[in-house]
C-alpha cells in the first residue's frame, strides 16, 4: 500500500481485542525486495477510537514508511502505538511523524516498545492526556518469545534523532493501568484505595488513577528528547519526566504492591 490516506473515520469499539488501525509489512520471504513491501507515503488524520482495550486502541504500527498522523484520539485504550513485535521479519517503522495526538481515560496517547526491531526516525509535536495512565509511555526493547532462541536477536531501538514535543498531561481517576506499571505510582495508601477492576475482564488492567505525566524506561539502549511536558492535577513532588532508575526500587516488589491493592481481584500477573 502506497500513497494514502484515512481520514474521518470513528471507531467505535467494545474493549476488543486489537487496534482499530494496524499498519504491517508483508512477511512472504524475499518481499524486502519488492518495490513496496510496507505501508508507505500515507496520512492518517482526524480519526478516534471509543472504549478502547487498554492493551490496543486506535493505530499500531508493526512496519510502515513515511507515515504522518494529524489529529487522532482515542476515549480508551493506546492512541498512537509505536510497537514492532508482531511485524515478522521485516517489521520496523521509519521516518514517522505525528501531530496533535490525544488520549483520554485510557493508558497513554503514545506508546513507544521497539522489542527486537531496529526503527527510523520518530518525530512527534503536540501530545495530550487527560485521566490516562501516562501521557507518554516510552520503553526499552526486549527479547521476546518469538526470538528467545535466537542467537542473533537484541535488544530493539528507536534512531536516536527521534524526538516528542510539547507534551502535557492531566490527573484524573479514570485511567486504564496495566498491573505490572502499579509500581511506577508514588506510594499512596489514599491512591491505592481507587484502584479497581475493569467492566470488561481484562485482568491485567486495573481503572485508576494516573501514575505519571510521561514514564521513560529506555536507560542507555536508544535515546529519544522529550521537550516541554508539562502537567497539572498530579502531586507537587511529581516530575515530569519519570525514568526506570526513579522506580528502581518499587520495581522490585511490583507484584507485592499489586497484591496491596485493597479493593481489586488480582487473578493473575502479566508476563
Request: with cysteine; aromatic share 10%; proline share 3%.
Amino acid at each position: 500500500m502506497k500513497n494514502f490516506l484515512i481520514a474521518d473515520a470513528v471507531i467505535k469499539d467494545n474493549y476488543t481485542k486489537f487496534c482499530g488501525l494496524t499498519l504491517v509489512p508483508t512477511t512472504t520471504k524475499g518481499g524486502d525486495k519488492w518495490e513496496v513491501s510496507l505501508p508507505t507515503n500515507g496520512e492518517i488524520r482526524n480519526c478516534s477510537i471509543l472504549n478502547a482495550n487498554s492493551g490496543y486502541g486506535l493505530c499500531q504500527l508493526h512496519g510502515a514508511q513515511s507515515i504522518y498522523f494529524r489529529n487522532i484520539y482515542a476515549k480508551s485504550g493506546v492512541t498512537l502505538r509505536l510497537e514492532s513485535g508482531v511485524g515478522g521479519i521485516y517489521a520496523g517503522v521509519f521516518d514517522i511523524q505525528a501531530k496533535n495526538v490525544r488520549n483520554e481515560n485510557g493508558r497513554t496517547a503514545v506508546m513507544m516498545n521497539p522489542h527486537t526491531t531496529h526503527n527510523g526516525t520518530v518525530k512527534i509535536d503536540s501530545v495530550w492526556s487527560k485521566s490516562s495512565s501516562a501521557c507518554l509511555l516510552i520503553h526499552k526493547g526486549f527479547i521476546d518469545r518469538k526470538h528467545k532462541d535466537d542467537p542473533d536477536a537484541t535488544i530493539g531501538s528507536y534512531a536516536n534523532d527521534s524526538e516528542i514535543n510539547n507534551v502535557h498531561a492531566i490527573f484524573g481517576v479514570d485511567a486504564q493501568v496495566d498491573d505490572k506499571e502499579v509500581y511506577v505510582l508514588e506510594p499512596d495508601a489514599e491512591m491505592y484505595k481507587l484502584y479497581r477492576n475493569n467492566c470488561y475482564g481484562n485482568v491485567k488492567s486495573f481503572d485508576d488513577p494516573s501514575l505519571v505525566p510521561v514514564f521513560i524506561t529506555v536507560e542507555d539502549t536508544w535515546q529519544i528528547k522529550v521537550t516541554n511536558a508539562t502537567f497539572e492535577g498530579f502531586k507537587e513532588n511529581v516530575k515530569a519526566i519519570v525514568t526506570s532508575e526513579d522506580v528502581r526500587e518499587r520495581e522490585k516488589i511490583k507484584w507485592k504492591i499489586v497484591d496491596s491493592l485493597p479493593n481489586v481481584e488480582v487473578n493473575r500477573y502479566s508476563e
